[in-house]
């Protein structure tokens, strides 16, 4: 039996909204589950149409009720603070941070099942969760993982496509080629095409390319990174592994920790809500009925900007250039003549800050905490913990700064550099491999629960101000 969490903050909006039935008996996902169904699609074939009717009727008797105001500052600030999308699979909160389905990250670590070997959740255990809501058991988790092993099959024409670019051309463009070049086989756009699959079933195909998708970015990524910096050499897949240690292998880490690391690294990046670059392009793309590999290819694109996915290879570049200016036994004083130094010059230190986060990112502590147990005494680690104590006070004295604290990015690349992967320009596809599992399940229920095509109203200057002008 498995309480799945999360009441307080659902209880916590319906306060606000009211007039909602009963929490026990429209929210489906705090009931006490068990199963022992090993077949995720059987699983979601008994959820889905529950969750078709219950979206019809939120529609149908709430559908005028406001959920917010629209400022000017919001039209020009890029939509921060406007709520106007849904996704199901995770929801982020300015002070707890993420919740996948309902659950904390430290709850994910305690609850969803680890490798035999290992303490950290398996991130096929965090699909299973973020596909239907449930906690699985250990045989689920096999059965899943065994079934991307299988899955994991790449045409010979993915690796032609790639091979047809540079090899210096930056690891995202090539690996957004290759998922792109995974679309031939859609059977998405095999089954619009033939027109024999209801829109209620829509969400059926979608999650045939969804689920081979996850299972192929691994392959596709870990081929990237041979190509560019091993000489070509290949490292097969291996089935006997699990999802984050295989692609840990086929990257050419063998090392226990390393696979620790890539199981908690792949689960903890791979779903931050709707709003984001990726996460949105995504949803975006995905609205106009377009597959799953053009909408993750789309979502990959948003990943790679400085602003987003990029900023974890920001984070090691900036902190390898204040060891390689001032050394690694730096003093906090120094340390703080460098943040200043780097403000001062007009650039932000990269890794602190959060759109929404309005405390610690939870994915940087718990990086944190895996550092603590297994790397205490790394330079770069002990570097990063003095930044940690000396940045925010800065940012906050700076005042321009809503969010001072770390964020994810702040703290993975040190991880990555310690067991050997120390080429921070590829840090982003790693990014975008965990972020296949969140992108494609929210797809899936795109599909589900039939979402239209997203279609915002855009104004101009001139609209703004005369809006303004005839409201005072």
């Given at each position: 039996m498995v309480y799945f969490r999360g009441v307080s903050a659902i209880s916590r909006l319906r306060s606000r909204v009211g007039k909602q039935s009963s929490l026990s008996n429209s929210v489906r996902w705090l009931q006490m589950q068990s199963s022992s169904e090993l077949d995720l699609k059987s699983q979601l074939q008994e959820i889905i149409p529950e969750q078709q009717d219950r979206l019809k009727k939120l529609r149908s008797e709430h559908g005028k009720v406001p959920v917010g105001n629209i400022t000017v500052d919001m039209v020009l600030g890029g939509m921060r603070g406007m709520t106007g999308l849904l996704w199901e699979t995770s929801l982020l909160d300015?002070?707890?941070?993420?919740?996948?389905?309902?659950?904390?990250?430290?709850?994910?670590?305690?609850?969803?099942?680890?490798?035999?070997?290992?303490?950290?959740p398996l991130p096929e255990g965090l699909l299973w969760l973020l596909l239907t809501?449930?906690?699985?058991?250990?045989?689920?988790?096999?059965?899943?993982?065994?079934?991307?092993?299988?899955r994991a099959v790449v045409p010979d024409y993915v690796y032609k496509a790639i091979n047809?670019?540079?090899s210096t051309a930056h690891?995202?463009?090539?690996?957004?080629?290759?998922?792109?070049?995974?679309?031939?086989?859609?059977?998405?756009?095999?089954?619009?095409?033939?027109?024999?699959?209801?829109?209620?079933?829509?969400?059926?195909?979608?999650?045939?390319?969804?689920?081979?998708?996850?299972?192929?970015?691994?392959?596709?990524?870990?081929y990237v990174y041979r190509r560019m910096y091993k000489d070509?050499?290949?490292?097969?897949?291996?089935?006997?592994?699990?999802?984050?240690?295989?692609?840990?292998?086929?990257?050419?880490f063998?090392?226990?920790?390393?696979?620790?690391?890539?199981?908690?690294?792949?689960?903890?990046?791979s779903d931050h809500e709707g709003g984001n670059v990726s996460a949105h392009a995504g949803h975006?793309?995905?609205?106009?009925?377009?597959?799953?590999?053009?909408?993750?290819?789309?979502?990959?694109?948003?990943?790679?900007?400085?602003?987003?996915?990029?900023?974890?290879?920001?984070?090691?570049?900036?902190?390898?250039?204040?060891?390689?200016?001032?050394?690694?036994?730096?003093?906090?004083?120094?340390?703080?003549?460098?943040?200043?130094?780097?403000?001062?010059?007009?650039?932000?230190?990269?890794?602190?800050?959060?759109g929404v986060l309005r405390k610690t990112d939870p994915r940087y502590v718990c990086q944190r905490e895996f550092a603590l147990k297994h790397l205490p005494d790394d330079p770069l680690f002990q570097l990063v913990s003095k930044l940690y104590e000396v940045v925010p006070p800065i940012l906050t004295e700076l005042g321009k700064v809503k969010n001072p604290w770390p964020n994810v990015d702040a703290h993975s690349g040190v991880l990555l550099?310690?067991?050997?992967?120390?080429?921070?320009?590829?840090?982003?596809?790693?990014f975008g491999v965990s972020r296949s599992l969140g992108i494609c399940s929210q797809l899936i229920w795109d599909r589900a629960l039939g979402l239209p095509l997203e279609r915002p109203k855009s104004v101009n200057v001139d609209w703004l101000d005369n809006f303004v002008r005839s409201s005072r």
């Open positions: 300015a002070e707890e941070g993420i919740r996948f389905r309902g659950l904390s990250i430290p709850e994910c670590q305690k609850v969803l099942p680890s490798a035999q070997s290992g303490e950290e809501g449930k906690v699985p058991n250990k045989e689920q988790v096999e059965a899943l993982s065994k079934e991307l092993a299988r047809a670019l540079p690891p995202m463009t090539q690996f957004a080629s290759g998922v792109m070049a995974l679309q031939v086989q859609s059977e998405f756009q095999k089954a619009y095409e033939k027109g024999d699959v209801h829109k209620s079933k829509f969400w059926e195909p979608t999650f045939e390319d969804a689920l081979n998708l996850i299972a192929r970015v691994p392959v596709v990524a870990s070509g050499s290949i490292i097969p897949l291996d089935d006997s592994l699990d999802y984050g240690a295989n692609f840990s292998h086929m990257l050419g063998d090392s226990p920790q390393m696979k620790e690391l890539m199981r908690l690294y792949v689960t903890i990046h975006l793309v995905g609205s106009a009925l377009s597959d799953p590999y053009l909408s993750f290819a789309a979502a990959l694109n948003g990943l790679a900007g400085p602003l987003h996915g990029l900023a974890n290879q920001e984070v090691l570049l900036w902190i390898k250039s204040v060891v390689e200016e001032c050394g690694e036994n730096i003093s906090k004083e120094q340390l703080k003549d460098y943040v200043w130094k780097t403000l001062n010059s007009g650039k932000v230190v990269p890794g602190y800050g959060h550099n310690y067991y050997g992967l120390t080429e921070a320009r590829y840090y982003t596809v790693l």
